[in-house]
Nanobody
């Protein structure tokens, strides 16, 4: 099982990015998948999560109304559409997957991260 994030980069405040998390080795729709972010010196923060089957989603208060999580079952890929980006969104973003939604340490499968920088 492997998760590979992509789509990070540098963007000006107010801009948008879409992160992708390509899953291989299992069917992503059967798993809860989450997005986390971390900046040096701060605790890792859960940004969003989508339940197995895609029926429900969770968003941190800091991103509600600006970020949207989704997945494409045909491509076995999780997405995070990030709009109205702010400098405080700057972080390394990670995706994670498991049968149930968990905290970061509890997720069985975790990606290596993609950097987002907002200036």
């Amino acid at each position: 099982v492997q998760l590979v994030e992509s789509g990070g980069g540098s963007v000006q405040a107010g801009g948008s990015l879409r992160l992708s998390c390509a899953a291989s080795g299992y069917s992503a729709t059967k798993y809860c998948m989450g997005w986390f972010r971390q900046t040096p010196g701060k605790e890792r923060e859960e940004v969003a999560a989508i339940w197995a089957g895609g029926g429900s989603a969770y968003y941190a208060d800091s991103v509600k109304g600006r970020f949207a999580v989704s997945r494409d079952s045909a491509k076995n890929t999780l997405y995070l559409q990030m709009n109205s980006l702010k400098p405080e969104d700057t972080a390394m973003y990670y995706c994670a997957a498991d049968y149930y939604c968990r905290t970061w340490d509890g997720y069985k499968y975790r990606g290596q991260g993609t950097q987002v920088t907002v200036s």
